[in-house]
């Protein structure tokens, strides 16, 4: 993750929560009250967001004593403490919310992502994630992936350039829109089309692209387009393929499978902060 954007992301988030003042903290506290706060996994997962607790604590609280004791990608389980933070209450209380909602996210989509790896059981086919994203979250989910053992797809839309149903359909063909975009196109640049039937793998293998993608295929459709592509092109299968249905497309021989699922439809970790106490 990119240190400044993430000062950056914090500082807003805690701006959009806090508003003017934490009443209830400093209502109740005063000023140089210590305690210390625990952050307590209630179920086994895999933990992202290590970097989230240590930058944010210290955004709120510079004097903030903040011990993070496990590693991002780490699995943990139920009961295992994944921090400590002592110092000011006041300041513990005020950045704990934003902070544990993050983690609590990120750990979500890093566990989602191990289970996907664990059910496809592939030395083969690579895992990875989509643009569907949380508008805002993307550098911090696009993270957790990795953490859980997957891969990034295109980061930003100009991390690479693909070729969809629609910009297809605008166009007239994939030769076309291939030969349109081949002029233009950097030498750095991958160039990747989507697909959905035979013909059109076979029109994008003859417009010699970088990646095609088997869109809404089954795996035994997906295991016959892949014999008609070259080996120095990258296969990819993604729609509606689902946690419940991934491991079918074990044996498809796709290079890559994106799945959607692990940043739109996913669940946070359960994890609480638990205050130890306070100190006057």
Do not use: W
Not at 87 to 113: D, K, P, W, Y
């Amino acid at each position: 993750m990119i240190g400044l954007k993430l000062k950056n992301d914090l500082e807003q988030f805690f701006i959009e929560d806090i508003g003017s003042a934490d009443l209830s903290s400093e209502l109740l506290f005063h000023a140089e009250q210590y305690g210390e706060a625990v952050f307590v996994v209630k179920e086994d997962g895999v933990f992202c967001g290590k970097e989230i607790i240590e930058e944010g604590f210290s955004l709120i609280d510079k004097d903030l004593i903040v011990d993070v004791s496990k590693e991002d990608g780490e699995f943990v389980q139920t009961g295992d403490v994944l921090a400590t933070v002592k110092g000011r209450v006041r300041a513990i209380l005020t950045g704990e919310r934003v902070i544990l909602n993050m983690v609590q996210r990120m750990s979500g989509i890093s566990t989602m992502t191990a289970k996907a790896v664990e059910i496809l059981n592939s030395s083969h086919t690579r895992i990875c994630d989509t643009r569907k994203t949380t508008p805002g979250l993307r550098m911090y989910e696009k993270y957790a992936v990795r953490c859980g053992g997957g891969f990034n797809h295109r980061i930003t839309l100009d991390g690479g350039v693909m070729l969809k149903d629609n910009h297809i359909a605008q166009f007239g063909s994939i030769e076309r829109a291939v030969r349109h975009v081949r002029k233009r196109l950097g030498h750095m640049t991958k160039l990747e089309v989507e697909t959905s039937s035979e013909t059109d793998v076979l029109d994008a293998v003859k417009a010699d692209v970088d990646i095609i993608m088997f869109d809404n295929c089954s795996p035994l459709e997906a295991a016959g387009y892949c014999e008609l592509v070259p080996d120095r092109m990258i296969t990819e299968a993604s729609g509606g393929i689902t946690l419940q249905n991934l491991a079918s497309y074990a044996d498809a021989g796709v290079d890559y499978i994106s799945l959607g699922c692990l940043t739109h439809s996913v669940k946070s970790l359960d994890i609480s902060v638990r205050m130890k106490g306070v100190k006057e």
